[in-house]
């Protein structure tokens, strides 16, 4: 249903920029003059710098996937959180890991301490 | 879409995964693409377009209170997200054109891609030097395809209110382009 939805929106977006781009090569051409009904060029200008982006596939999908999960688990009574970035995810697992590193180290340097003492 | 289809959608999604995930495809591109727009990155694009549909879920009983449509409330969440964005970066958008990926317009007009690179860089340039709410009424309006009243309904102002500020918006565009040495006419 979400697709048959979209559908027009696409096409009209389509038509809408075919039609842009059309006025703009005929703007360039001089074979129509501008008058009050052309539009206006910077807005035919910014119809283009700003066309339509979509997202990465993969992210859409994860994305939904996600989000499905969390609307099962809204059913079952759990909290709907969203996740840590990965790039937070990233800072976080490392600076775990230095926090464990340096741990390590200090247990290191602890015990050889204690075995030069006792020998 | 009505108020009711929009309140039917949100009852379903409620009680079922698979209405919910109905909704996330209808609005996940323009949500993407509106986001993407006013932070000019794919990461936090992506970041805050996550971020909307949570925020969505977790307010779905809020929903109906509301009174306005679906797609402008989740425009609402997600500019509010961005405000916070900019708010807590307190820094200008950065674009990262190499990572878009772009509808598939220029194989239509090749001769516009060679001479239009740079004025819409310029342009996009321009547009970041304006005021937040002008941003996200060309955003809307260019972008998104949006009528005065619908974006009326987003940014919470009358449609006459959105008709002037595009006027003073555009007025103010031109005067940033020409200061870079970009004139449209």
Redesign the interface.
């Known amino acids: ?3 048959t ?2 559908a027009p929106r696409r096409a ?2 389509r038509v ?3 039609l842009s ?1 059309l006025v ?2 005929l703007q360039g051409a001089e074979p129509l003059s501008r008058n009050s009904q052309s539009p ?4 035919s ?12 596939s993969s ?2 999908e994860a ?2 996937r ?3 999960f ?3 688990g ?2 079952l009574g759990l ?4 996740a840590k ?1 990965f ?1 937070q995810g990233i800072i976080l697992g490392v600076s775990a890991g230095l926090l464990a590193a340096a741990i390590a180290a200090l247990v290191v340097v602890f015990r050889w301490r204690l075995s030069n003492s006792e020998g | 879409m009505t108020e009711q289809d929009d309140r039917i959608r949100i009852e379903a999604a409620k009680r079922d995964p698979k209405a919910f995930a109905e909704l996330y495809e209808l609005y996940v591109d323009r949500i993407y693409n509106y986001i993407y727009y006013r932070v000019s990155n794919v990461h936090d694009a992506e970041d805050l377009t996550s971020r909307t549909f949570y925020r969505a879920l977790s307010h779905l009983q809020t929903y109906e209170d509301r009174g306005i449509p679906l797609s402008a409330w989740l425009y609402r969440i997600a500019h509010n997200l961005v405000a916070n964005w900019h708010r807590d970066r307190g820094r200008r958008p950065v674009v990262a054109l190499d990572e878009l990926v772009l509808k598939n317009r220029d194989s239509e007009c090749p001769e516009d891609v060679a001479e239009s690179q740079d004025s819409r860089r310029f342009l996009r340039e321009g547009m970041r030097k304006l005021d937040p709410a002008r941003q996200e009424l060309l955003v809307l309006k260019f972008s998104q395809g949006l009528s005065n009243a619908e974006i009326g309904e987003i940014m919470g102002r009358s449609e006459g209110a959105i008709k002037s500020l595009y006027h003073r918006t555009l007025l103010a565009l031109r005067k940033e382009l020409a200061k870079k040495g970009l004139d449209i006419e």
């Open positions: 249903m979400a697709h939805q979209e009209w977006c809408r920029d075919l781009c703009h090569r206006d060029p910077l807005e200008a910014m119809r283009i710098a700003l066309c339509p982006v979509v997202p990465s992210f859409r994305l939904r996600n989000l499905s969390a609307v099962q809204r059913m909290s709907v959180e969203y970035p790039r």
